[in-house]
């Protein structure tokens, strides 16, 4: 298991994301995702960080109505295998490779202030203190006042070997403060499905926050 302050390296993404290794490649939309769903969570523009091979994306633009969905991922190879399950899908997408601690601004085609909802799945736990701090201003670029952020991300509460480092909820708390203009709505205890314990997809424990940026002016 990773500690409190360690990133995985892109090095590790470059050389897995989009080959059908990653214990994240389930091929089959996250179940926290597919209940968000239901719930008609998503809606207007919805931004999907770190979409490796597209399932999540895919899944919420098949069963959801009146979205404009924009899916990235920082592998060009994962965009690549993501684009053409999108096609065969007959859903579109938009799909952009991005470095989300790179400057936003001058990197990508991502407009600022512009999405209603963006979702990730096992990015934020990947970062170290530093770059996740880099990750939520860049967050806060590209997401609309009373706009909704969800993050899905293994939390202290899976004790099993391997694996990013796990997201504590006194640190969501510290990060997403509504001194830093946000408000976090839940934060739930739920699932994150990954082969990273065992060759079956199976649950890691997870934090499945809601977390809302303030009206500002």
Sequence with gaps: MASDDDEVPQTFFFSTSGTGNGVWEINRPQTAITKLVEQGIFHGEVLDI??????????IGKHTNNVSI??????PKAI?????????????IRFEVVDMIADLSTTTNLKQNSY???FEAAVFHVFSNKDRLIYIKNLEFLIKPNGLYIQLCFSEKETREGGPRRIKKSDLYE???SQNGWTIESIEDDVYETTLFGS?????RAYLSTIRRNNYT
């Design 50 to 59: 770190g979409c490796g091979i597209g399932d999540n994306a895919i899944y």
């Design 175 to 177: 990060l997403f403060s």
């Design 116 to 118: 209603d909802v963006i």
């Design 200 to 204: 079956v997809p199976s649950g890691g």
């Design 70 to 75: 924009t899916a990235t991922d920082l592998v």
């Design 80 to 92: 690549e295998v993501a684009r053409e399950k999108a096609q065969k899908a007959n859903v579109n």
